[in-house]
């Protein structure tokens, strides 16, 4: 379920890292408690996003969640698409629905309290 | 949050963990959310039929000689124009004018009155009934004695009319039988809070479990989706459908609310009447009035409205609109604003976003 590869938070998200470029998005655990996304709100293409810090949210029918960045960078690529189709991050979180891509600070970030591989995470969501 | 340990459950609580629903706190009653999903649930209603326990809801009865005089005094509308086996909507009202409750009214013969109030105020209304008691009349809480499930859709009547002998086809749109479904007395009202046509089934607490069954089996061949409190939220959003804490409470009028067709000024005095009178000559400084999101956003529930920049309402209740495509609300604005076409702001996350004003209800079915 939850890909070997990419570092977990508890706020659900996970970024995989690509030598000094971090891919961001939202597990499947959240999507699933989200229920239907119908809307995202991403950040700017240049801006900088702190780790733990919110970058922008995701609105299910009934609410809105807002989403933290598990690392520190300045933001390099976002993923368009998921304006017209918000409901592919129900069907694919892990992959096609990725949310940002940040230019990595820090990657000693990855290695830091609260963050999670995919085991620790499975453990974490109880499934 | 309540404490779990606290909350109240209806007797199909247990069926809805087993079909995997997603519960909730709702005003301290642990209820679903959802089963498969809300735009699954909402889609099923709007083109086939969903069904969905809403046992939370309260139940009043009003019986003696003066029944009809004590529901007329604490009641808006005119229960003298109701025949026996029809039902209206109506507001349950302070001596100020605001809402206690938004009550049905079903007359079941001349000395008795059926009102279906809302969960979490069904015990304020039953003391504020029971206060205003000053006739030849028993008010009873009968909250306990009903579980309610509602079978909405286009393919509502075919369903139910599977599960029990009355002829359902010619029972108009708010009138009710009483007679038996899935083989138990029922209460069978042609009511509904979705916009669509359907029926709501009153059972006792101990046939919900049997009654919630034989529906789903009943329509199983019309695709038929346990449905929700967030599926009911967006079809009821849709048709324009208050909700108490929402577009209506203890502060807003019925006049306000765009409810003024449930007062009925010239039926003699009831509590409230005076106030509204008094609101009427005056005119009601703001109204209820629908919008449609024009930028990318959804105005929610609570989100100020700004024009010229400046703070004119809220958003009484707000979401995407599956049928629509379209984000909607609604919201109170100053009268001179509340009407179609006026250009707003919804405060988005500290931004102004567009929406404008637009007729209701966003949605109403062909007759």
């Keep these: 379920m939850y890909p070997e590869n990419y570092t ?87 992959g096609d629905a990725w949310l940002i891509k940040v230019k990595l600070k820090d990657l000693a970030e990855l290695k830091s309290e609260g963050m999670m591989t995919a085991a620790d995470y499975t453990k974490y969501v109880g499934v | 949050m309540s404490d779990p340990q606290t909350l109240q459950v209806t007797p199909l609580n247990t069926v809805h963990r087993q079909m995997g629903a997603k519960m909730v706190d709702f005003g301290g009653w642990d ?17 086939g039929v969903g069904v969905f326990d809403v046992s939370h809801m309260g139940e009043i009865v009003v019986r003696g000689p003066q029944a ?45 009155y059926f009102i279906c109030v809302n969960a979490s105020n069904q015990d304020k209304d039953f003391e504020h009934i029971v206060a205003h008691n000053k006739f030849q009349a028993t008010v009873e809480n009968a909250g306990a004695r009903y579980a309610q499930i509602a079978v909405q859709g286009p393919k509502a009547l075919e369903v139910c009319q599977k599960l029990t002998s009355s002829v359902l086809a010619p029972i108009q749109y708010y009138w009710f039988v009483d007679g038996e479904f899935a083989s138990f007395e029922a209460r069978i009202a042609r009511t509904g809070y979705t ?39 967006t079809l ?37 009447r005076t106030a509204l009178a ?11 009035a629908g919008f449609e999101m024009r930028e990318r956003g959804i105005g929610r529930d609570g989100y100020e409205i700004e024009v010229n920049g400046e703070k004119v309402g809220w958003v009484t209740s707000g979401g995407p609109a599956p ?45």
């Design chain 2, 195 to 233: 916009g669509e046509d359907g029926f709501e089934i009153y059972v006792s607490p101990d046939a919900a479990v049997t009654v919630w069954e034989a529906i789903l089996a009943a329509g199983a061949e019309f695709g038929i989706l346990a449905c929700g409190l967030g599926a009911r939220n």
């Design chain 2, 31 to 47: 209820m679903p959310v959802q089963y498969r999903g809300i735009l699954d649930e909402h889609k099923a209603v709007r083109t």
């Design chain 2, 278 to 288: 008094e609101q009427k000559a005056g005119g009601v400084k703001r109204k209820l």
């Design chain 2, 68 to 112: 009809l005089e004590l529901v007329d005094w604490v009641s808006s509308n005119d229960a003298s124009k109701l025949a026996v086996g029809q039902v209206h909507y109506s507001g349950l009202l302070y001596e100020h004018g605001g809402f206690v409750d938004d009550i049905l009214v079903h007359k079941v013969s001349d000395d008795e």
């Design chain 2, 236 to 272: 009821r959003l849709e048709a324009k459908m208050a909700l108490y804490g929402h577009e209506i409470d203890a502060s807003i009028s019925p006049l306000e609310a765009g409810l003024g067709w449930t007062v009925k000024m010239d039926k003699g005095d009831f509590v409230g």
């Design chain 1, 8 to 94: 977990y938070t508890k706020e659900h998200e996970w970024v995989a890292v690509d030598g000094d470029t971090g891919t961001i998005g939202i597990t499947h655990h959240a999507q699933h408690e989200l229920g239907d996304i119908v809307y995202v709100d991403l950040p700017k293409i240049g801006s900088m996003v702190g780790q733990h810090a919110t970058f922008g949210s995701v609105e299910s029918v009934k609410a809105v969640s807002d989403i933290y960045s598990p690392v520190s960078g300045e933001v390099i690529e976002i993923n368009d698409s998921l304006t017209t189709a918000p409901e592919k991050l129900n069907s694919d979180p892990h």
């Design chain 2, 323 to 367: 049928t629509l495509n379209k984000n909607i609300g609604l919201c109170y604005l100053p009268s001179d604003l509340a009407v179609p076409g006026t250009k707003i702001k919804v405060v988005i996350r500290g931004a102004g976003v567009e929406a404008e004003t637009v007729p209701t209800p966003f949605y109403k079915r062909a007759k």
